[in-house]
Nanobody
Framework: QVQLVESGGGLVQPGGSLRLSCAASGKGFSIRAMGWYRQAPGRERELVATITRDRYTNYADSVKGRFTISRDNDKNTVYLQMNSLKSDDTAVYYC???????????????WGQGTQVTVSS
């Protein structure tokens, strides 16, 4: 079982910055990929950014150039640095991880509880 715990959300003014963190914990697993998704009011959950263990990254077009995803493999932690924030970035941000059991080699998807990011003046 993998547990994901997010932190770093909050209220920020337009043009400001926030950094989200997500730490994965548990026993007998290996993280394959991690990422961030978000869901705004009245909208479906959407991909924000993902990163593999080898640090290949993928970003949604709406955040490319403003957000940066990174990870610390030793700590099983993923970060999302968000700069030049816009009101459209307001959403609940969810941490995601694809983890493989080191015993069975079965991969599963895991989700955090979500953290609120509000961009408003």
């Amino acid at each position: 079982q993998v547990q994901l715990v997010e932190s770093g959300g909050g209220l920020v003014q337009p043009g400001g910055s926030l950094r989200l963190s997500c730490a994965a914990s548990g026993k007998g697993f290996s993280i394959r990929a991690m990422g961030w998704y978000r869901q705004a009011p009245g909208r479906e959950r959407e991909l924000v950014a993902t990163i593999t263990r080898d640090r290949y990254t993928n970003y949604a077009d709406s955040v490319k150039g403003r957000f940066t995803i990174s990870r610390d493999n030793d700590k099983n932690t993923v970060y999302l640095q968000m700069n030049s924030l816009k009101s459209d970035d307001t959403a609940v941000y969810y941490c995601y991880a694809k983890a493989m059991s080191t015993l069975s080699w079965i991969e599963n998807d895991y989700w955090g509880q979500g953290t609120q990011v509000t961009v408003s003046s």
